[in-house]
């Protein structure tokens, strides 16, 4: 299908939001059956996003499902355990074939089949605990639940615990060691490779360990204390241990090095976020590389064998993974691309071909944009390459930017249909280009770029953007005059910082801020993530605490800025808002808070994506 013909009509968040994503797939081992879940680009008021599986033979009839998500065909193939919350909305249950199994009082994160399909191990989260940033960081709840009044807070409270459910009765039984709490799992039928705390909250993710469990005796062997975070635990039926090892931000999106347990690190060159065993000496392996993605095998002894990569993304959005069949004939994985709408794709004796046509109706309606890649050379000499979205047919004078810093700082913009929910598209029909800038602190460069911004947030990032933008206007691309400033989470405090650092932004849109990086340790769920990051004392009052926080500096901005936040944000906690706009409204500087009830980390409420989009668009159109 081609996207890339030009189309008549203007792109409307409304539009936007009618593109279906497909996320986690499965194959079957013998290759010939799929399951995949397909999600919305929004969610109705105070309700989940609706996820659905969508099943079938592969290059046969696809038939979508019920609601549900996790994805997991039996090793015998004759059966399919999923994820659900139907019947009781937030709180996600086993199911296999169409029958809800077992007696798991949590929330499922993960599933796993013993070799001979007898058996399932269920990794499932406490209602009350916390999702990570990357899922919106508010609470696991069941709707419906008795509200807590008066609300009680007291440290591990809510744990994240393994379930071993039988396949044929749903008899279940509790198998986690005592004391110990699990957020990511790999199980082959015998001992489980995870990644352990000591303690559950999600600030404890930033100092896991990784642990050999026993599930009979429910004991725990502490097999590795890495230097940095932990993803991907993977265990083969004899016994080798695999894991991914990297400086990361943000559970559920680390990229860092393959390790193996008693060998050490594995092709380090490859910056992977996902592994599985294809056999006692080889690994699948999926990550970045830039701003774009791979697949592939690769051997214990560090050979690999690329079957997939280029300027694309392959699987969910933060961490590339693919399914493959067991004889590694072929394999399927979510993709998208610049010009490519988000797909279900198969390989196939090195072809690939969609099996999905989900958005071939509304893409050729958003198919506005003018891709490049764009590089130039930070204040360093350090090379920084960013993604370049400009309008069709945009004639050759300068166009005024809008520049949008990603999240982390340990994340990426990657090579996307519709990026940061259809932005650059709604943008370009205003008439802007956008940047999507991959500054030091990035991943898929390696290890050394990605550390890069360690203890100096704020510092040669900021100038990366700077000397960015430096660059487009010397190319004739930009307009020096009207340049604004967006970003979320990390990109929120970057828009904050920048605007209290330099008058050269017309406007900035900081969301999901940090302002004020003392309150924000004492009021986050990732108290861990700023002392990591920060590399420093925030209870030093001398330190990058108060030196490093947009708010001690509010003073002298002078940019208009329109902050936007979600009200139960866990992870950047809304009074940070707060704090920016009460020190903007002091200095006299023109602002104004926007606060979306029921959102967390981002805001996924259909009205609320166009809210915002309106607000942006209004705000720029004013000042820039």
Not at 77 to 90: I, M, T, V, Y
Not at 233 to 247: H, T, Y
Not at 263 to 280: C, H, K, M, N, R
Request: glycine fraction near 12%.
């Amino acid at each position: 299908m081609d996207t890339t013909t030009a189309t008549t009509g203007r792109v409307t968040p409304e539009l936007v939001l009618k593109l279906l994503q497909p996320g986690e797939v499965a194959l079957s081992a013998d290759g010939s059956h799929i399951a995949f879940a397909v999600s919305a680009s929004f969610r109705e008021q105070g309700k989940p996003i609706e996820t659905r599986l969508w099943v079938g033979e592969v290059g046969g009839e696809l038939r979508q499902g019920e609601v549900g998500s996790l994805p997991r065909f039996s090793p015998d193939g004759s059966r399919l355990a999923f994820a659900s919350d139907r019947g009781h909305e937030g709180r996600l249950s086993l199911w296999v074939d169409d029958q809800e199994l077992g007696e798991i009082p949590g929330s499922v994160e993960d599933i796993r089949w013993s070799p001979d399909s007898a058996r399932l191990l269920v990794l499932a989260a406490d209602l009350g605990a916390d999702r990570a940033g990357a899922e919106s960081a508010t609470k696991i709840e069941e709707k419906g639940a008795e509200a807590q009044d008066p609300k009680v807070f007291r440290p591990a409270l809510f744990w994240r615990r393994l379930w071993l459910v039988d396949a044929a009765t749903g008899d279940t039984r509790d198998v986690t060691p005592e004391g110990v709490n699990v957020f990511e799992l790999g199980w082959a039928g015998g001992k489980v490779a995870a990644v352990c705390t000591d303690e559950p909250s999600e600030s404890a993710w930033y100092d896991a360990w990784l642990g050999l469990i026993d599930l009979e005796t429910r004991s725990v062997e502490r097999v590795q204390t890495p230097k940095w975070q932990l993803q991907a635990p993977r265990i083969s039926p004899g016994g080798q241990v695999a894991f991914i090892e990297g400086l990361s931000s943000d559970r559920g999106t680390l990229t860092g090095t393959v390790h193996a347990l008693g060998i050490g690190p594995v092709a380090p060159e490859l910056d992977a976020t996902w592994i599985d065993f294809a056999d006692e000496e080889t690994l699948w392996v999926a990550g970045w590389r830039g701003a774009g993605s791979f697949a592939g095998r690769l051997s214990l002894a560090g050979a690999y064998e690329e079957l997939a990569g280029g300027e694309a993304t392959l699987g969910p959005r933060y961490s590339p993974k693919i399914a493959a069949s067991a004889d590694g004939s072929r394999f399927c994985a979510a993709h998208e691309s610049a010009d490519e709408p988000p797909e279900v794709v198969l390989w196939q004796d090195g072809e690939r071909r969609a099996l999905t046509s989900l958005n071939a109706e509304v893409a050729p309606r958003i198919a506005t944009l003018d891709w490049r890649s764009y590089r130039w050379n930070s204040f360093d000499g350090l090379e920084i390459e960013g993604l370049l979205a400009l309008p069709r047919d945009h004639g050759n004078g300068p166009l005024p930017l809008v520049v949008v810093v990603h999240g982390g700082p340990t994340g990426s913009w990657s090579w996307m249909f519709a990026p940061a929910y259809g932005l650059p598209q709604l943008l370009a029909g205003a008439g802007y280009a956008t940047l999507f800038p991959n500054v030091r602190g990035s991943v898929g460069r390696g290890p050394e770029f990605a550390q890069a911004n360690l203890g100096d947030m704020g510092g040669g990032d900021l100038q990366d953007i700077l000397t960015g933008i430096d660059a487009l206007v010397r190319d004739g691309i930009v307009d020096d005059r009207r340049v604004a400033i967006a970003g979320g989470s990390y990109g929120g405090f970057m828009a904050s910082w920048a605007v209290t650092q330099t008058d050269r932004f017309a406007a900035a849109m900081p969301l999901a801020v940090v302002t004020d990086w003392v309150s924000f340790h004492a009021t986050t769920n990732i108290g861990q993530f700023d002392r990591l990051f920060l590399q420093a004392d925030p209870y030093d009052p001398e330190g990058d605490y108060t030196r490093r926080s947009p708010v001690y500096h509010a003073a002298k901005c002078r940019t208009p800025t329109l902050i936007i936040h979600g009200e139960d944000d866990l992870c950047t906690p809304l009074s940070q808002a707060v704090e920016l706009y009460s020190a903007l409204v002091e200095a006299g500087c023109e602002t104004e808070l926007v606060v979306y009830p029921r959102e967390g980390h981002g805001w996924t409420e259909r009205e609320h994506q166009i809210d915002a989009w309106n607000r942006v668009r209004d705000w720029l159109a004013r000042h820039v």
